[in-house]
C-alpha cells in the first residue's frame, strides 16, 4: 500500500498510487513499507538479466500486480527499443569509477529507463482502476522528460499527453526532440518562463478541483509522467541494482561489499531512486548529489536551509537549471520520521515564503547519508575536456558535473572506494558545448545543431545516438507558446474543456 507524505489520505494500492499520479493532498506517494531483500539476494544480481531484475524489483512493490502484468511490463519496456543488451552498461574510467551509462534507449537520455516502463505500468494501472476514462498526462520538463514521455506513450490508446516545456531553457536538439514528435495523442506546448514555472502550473491544474471535476464530466482523469508519480521512480531504482551487479561480475567489487554513487540530480528522483536502493538493502555507502550553478540541493544539503529565493541561471546542463526539487518531499519524509505534519508545515512555508529550515535531527540524518557539491560552468566544461583527454571517453555536461562533483568528494579527504557515476544523457544531447569543450570556446560558433554533432562525430569516431539523427528533416509540428498563467487554459483547449 502507499501513503501520502502529506498524511491526508487513506492508504492505496499501487495501481492507484500510480494512476492519480499525485496524491489529493498535494502529498506524493511512497510505499507504506519500503520492501527489504536478502544478502541472498545481492549476491545474484550478477547473474540476473536487466529483465529478470528489474521483474524481482517491481514485485516487491506492486502488489496488486499479477506475475502476468509484471512480465508483460517489463518485457515490452526492455528490449529493442535499447541499443544496448545490457540496458544499461557500465563503462570503466578506472579501477574506482564506473559510469553507469544510461542513454540507451529511444530519446537518449536516462528519462527513457522509467518512461518506456511507465505507459504499461499505468495502462494496467487504469484497467484496474477505472477502465472507462481517458487519463490524460501533463508534464514539465527541463529538457529530457518530455521527449521521453512522447515517445513512451504517443499512440497508446485511452492516453493523451501534453508536455511543457521552458521557451528557450531546453537545447535545440531537446527542442526539435519535442517539437516533432507524432502521435495523434500528443501535445507540446513551450512556456513563457523557467523550469520551475512549467513544474508549477502543473501542480497548479493538478490541486484544481472545480478544473478536476469539469474533465471527469468529459471522461478525463490528469495523471503525471513526472517523478512526482510513483510509477516514475521505481524503474530508476532498477539499474542501481543492475550497476552493483555488474562491479561483482567483473570483480571490480565482492559482493556485500559496499560501493558510492554519485548523481547529477535536477528534481532529485534519480538520486531518490539510488535511496530507496540503499534502504532496501542494496550495499550503497555514501550517496552524493551534484548540482550545477542552481545550487539550492547543495545548500540545503550542507545548511539544512531550502531557499529558493535566489537567482535562476540557465546553465549548458539544463535538465539540472531547477531550483524547486519535488521529489526532494520524499526523502525529507523518510528523514524525519515520516511526520507527515512536519512535511505539511515545511512544504506550506517553501510556498508561501520560499524557504523551510530543516529540524537538526532531520538534517543530521541526511548528512550520514548523501552530501552535496556544485560544479560551476567553467569546471563544467573543464572536466568534459578532461576526461576525454585522459580517459578517450566523451561525457554530457550532465554527466560532468556528476565526475566534478566526485572529484572534489575525494580531495576533500573522503573514501575513495569503487563508485558509480551516474551519465544522465548522450553527449550529442548537449553538442555544443560539448565540441567546445574538447576544443576551444566558440569553436562552433559558425555550425548548427547538426553540424556540430558531425564534426563531433568526425573528431572522436563517437558514433550519434539514433533518437538524435536527421531531427532537421522532420516536420515541426507543435508551435503553440503559452504564457505561464495561460497552462491550464492551453489543456482546456486541447481537450475540450
Known sequence: MY???????APVTASKAIYQGLAPDGGLFVPETVPSVSKDFVAKLADLSYRDLAKEIFSLYLDDFTKEEIYKVVTSAYGDNFDDREIAPLHGLDCSRYILELWHGP??????????????LLTTSMAKQEPDKEVVILVATSGDTGKAALEGFSDVDKTRIIVF???????????????????????????????????????????????AEKLEEKGYRLSSANSINWGRLLPQIVYYFKAYGALVKRGAIQAGETMDVVVPTGNF?????????????????????????????????????????????????????????????????????????????????????GVYHLDEATAKRMSEIMCGYYVDEEATLETIGKTYQENHYLIDTHTAVAVNALGQYRAAGNSEKVTVIDSTANPYKFNQAVYEAINQSGAAD????????????????????????????????????????????????????
Request: glycine share 8%; charged share 25%; proline share 2%.
Open 107 to 120: 530519446t537518449a537520455a536516462f528519462k527513457d529507463m522509467a518512461l518506456q516502463a511507465l505507459p504499461y
Open 165 to 211: 516545456y521552458p521557451n528557450g531553457g531546453v537545447s535545440e536538439v531537446q527542442r526539435l526532440q519535442m517539437v516533432t514528435t507524432t502521435g495523434n495523442n500528443t501535445s507540446v506546448i513551450a512556456v513563457e518562463g523557467n523550469f520551475d514555472d512549467c513544474q508549477n502550473g502543473v501542480k497548479a491544474i493538478f490541486n484544481d478541483g472545480n478544473f
Open 269 to 353: 528522483g534519480n538520486i531518490l531512486a539510488a535511496y530507496y536502493g540503499k534502504a532496501m538493502g542494496l550495499p550503497i555507502g555514501k550517496l552524493i548529489c551534484a548540482s550545477n550553478k542552481n545550487k539550492v540541493l547543495t545548500d540545503v544539503l550542507n545548511t539544512g536551509e531550502y531557499n529558493r529565493n535566489r537567482e535562476f541561471f540557465r546553465t549548458v546542463s539544463p535538465s539540472m537549471d531547477i531550483l524547486i526539487s519535488s521529489n526532494f518531499e520524499r526523502f525529507v519524509f523518510e528523514m524525519n520520521g515520516r511526520d507527515s505534519r512536519s512535511v505539511c508545515d515545511l512544504f506550506d512555508a517553501l510556498t508561501k515564503d
Open 446 to 497: 559558425k555550425m548548427n545543431e547538426f553540424e556540430i554533432s558531425a564534426a563531433l562525430e568526425q573528431q572522436t569516431g563517437v558514433k550519434i545516438h539514433r533518437g538524435l539523427l536527421d531531427l532537421d528533416q522532420k516536420e515541426v509540428l507543435h508551435k503553440k507558446v503559452v504564457e505561464k498563467e495561460n497552462m491550464q487554459s492551453a489543456v482546456a483547449e486541447i481537450l475540450g474543456v
Open 3 to 9: 501513503i501520502s507524505t502529506r498524511g491526508g489520505v
